[in-house]
């Protein structure tokens, strides 16, 4: 069974910086292409960064040249390194295994994290 587990969520003050990980088991992680989504109240959850398996980042617009992904595979893990957070990023913080080696769409994701929150303060 695939487990995702996510940390690094919390308070953060406006400008200040989080890292989440993501951490995956049960499944050869290399072959499969991961992303970071949030989820907002009252909004839809949103693609915010992507990662294929040869390593290429996408991004929102909202979040290009603050936040970055990367991927160690020898740790099976993902992470989120975001800087400059500002309140319009509180959310919840989804990680998503994609089907595929690269990932775009929700309908492409196999599996989630349970989800972390991070919350900005102004």
């Known amino acids: 069974q695939v487990q995702l587990m996510e940390s690094g969520g919390g308070l953060v003050q406006a400008g200040g910086s989080l890292r989440l990980s993501c951490a995956v088991s049960g499944s050869i992680f290399s072959s499969r292409a991961m992303g970071w989504y949030r989820q907002a109240p009252g909004k839809q959850r949103e693609l915010v960064a992507s990662i294929t398996t040869g390593g290429s980042p996408i991004y929102t617009d909202s979040v290009k040249g603050r936040f970055t992904i990367s991927r160690d595979n020898a740790k099976n893990t993902v992470y989120l390194q975001m800087n400059n957070l500002n309140p319009v990023d509180t959310a919840v913080y989804y990680c998503?295994?994609?089907?595929?080696?690269?990932?775009?769409?929700?309908?492409?994701?196999?599996?989630w994290g349970q989800g972390t929150q991070v919350t900005v303060s102004s």
């Open positions: 998503a295994r994609s089907k595929y080696t690269g990932l775009t769409v929700e309908k492409s994701v196999a599996d």
